[in-house]
């Protein structure tokens, strides 16, 4: 990014995921929603263009490209589906994982089925009795000769059930962070089980259902960086997963904001089209605005964590909050220029606020990250 504008490559990687969007995700969105339908069939199309492997290093079969070109690809996505474009924001949080933490056997095993999305990761951390609380998990590994045995349960997992791979944090030492462990675990390992479909307000194109670990034997080899390093490799992911996630809010919103200009021009009350109202202009103008200056945060706190800056966790964290309660804002705003007709399903919007709602919650909620901000802030 040059300073305050794109890149002609990054102006182009844009304009292919738009594209993409438009002819393989707008169209069907809907349906995938009221269906609860999983595109996988999308989604392999997507890493067609290379976007399963968005951050993965060339030299494990990825494209390599930087969180703002993933940001971008992200937002243009969601444009046409935010619940789609995050499932895939979610599975290169793993891909990336293993390719940067990951042993090279690890790496040979997985990633050159991951990239093209043959097969799909899955990123499991929450449990039932800790989400804020990471730190806290339960999720019990003991060490047995070549192999853990994985006794615990994970919550709320995107492609949960479907995807073939869970790259999970584990207890394996004192409570605390330092005694967790990332491990890769596959789905048809003895003792691997699901628990049911959850049945959600949004994000219905895409399976969520707990994850049951039941003395599930992992070989050590499966071990994502050393023993103790688990947990500040899932905070790693997350500063990425956290730019993506507000990525997603801007693609949903800007697709609000559109469909709200273009209804307002058509709609005409008392003599005239809504959108001639001054009152209707001023509040498209500050939905504008905001838009743009999450926009602009997000993207310079990607190119942050590209460059791994110094203080790349507390603009993640800025710009996640910030994008994600933006995003909530201008689709609700949106929705009220539909008045009744914003509140069908024959229109877009929503789906757009049912699905963006998550999106202040997960990847770690807003209120952490202004304790991500505000601790950072008094330790300088």
Not at 97 to 119: H, N, T
Not at 319 to 326: I, N
Request: net charge negative; with cysteine; proline share 3%.
């Amino acid at each position: 990014m040059s300073q305050f504008d794109l890149t002609e490559d990054q102006r182009a990687i844009r304009e292919m995921a738009r594209r993409f969007t438009a002819e393989a995700i707008t169209p069907f969105a809907a349906g995938w929603d009221e269906t609860h339908h999983f595109p996988r069939d999308v989604v392999m199309a997507a890493a067609g263009l290379g976007f399963g492997g968005i951050y993965v290093s060339e030299e494990s079969g990825g494209v390599g490209l930087g969180r703002l070109e993933a940001a971008l690809i992200m937002e243009a996505m969601a444009y046409g589906c935010p619940s789609t474009s995050a499932f895939i924001s979610i599975h290169n949080m793993g891909a990336w994982m293993i390719d940067r933490f990951g042993s090279q056997a690890v790496k040979d095993r997985y990633l050159p089925r991951l990239v093209p999305c043959e097969i799909l990761a899955s990123y499991c951390l929450t449990e039932p009795s800790s989400g804020s609380d990471a730190a806290a998990l339960k999720t019990k590994a003991v060490l047995d000769g070549d192999h853990y045995v994985v006794t615990g349960t994970k919550q709320f997992i995107s492609g949960g059930g479907e995807n073939e791979l869970y790259v999970t944090m584990v207890r394996t030492g004192a409570d605390g962070p330092g005694g967790i462990t990332c491990l890769a675990i596959e789905k048809d390992m003895p003792g691997v089980s699901f628990g049911a479909q959850e049945r959600k307000l949004g994000w219905n194109s895409q399976p969520t259902a707990q994850l049951i670990l039941d003395g599930v034997r992992v070989p050590v080899e499966n071990r994502i960086g050393a023993e103790g390093e688990g947990f500040r490799i899932a905070m790693m992911g997350l500063d990425g997963g956290r730019l993506n996630i507000g990525a997603c809010s801007l693609g949903g919103a800007q697709r609000a904001l559109d469909e709200a200009i273009a209804y307002t021009r058509d709609r005409n009350q008392f003599g005239r089209a809504i959108a001639d109202f001054q009152a209707t202009q001023f509040r498209l103008a500050d939905m504008e605005t905001e838009l743009q200056a999450a926009r602009m945060l997000l993207y310079a706190a990607a190119v942050k964590v590209t460059e791994n800056a110094a203080d790349k966790t507390r603009f993640a964290a800025m710009a996640k909050k910030f994008a994600t309660e933006t995003g909530w804002s201008v689709t609700d705003r949106a929705l009220q220029m539909f008045g009744g007709y914003g509140y069908l399903k024959d229109y877009p919007i929503e789906k757009l606020l049912r699905d963006l709602r998550v999106h202040r919650i997960l990847e770690g909620t807003n209120e952490v990250m202004q304790m991500i901000v505000g601790r950072d802030l008094v330790r300088q």
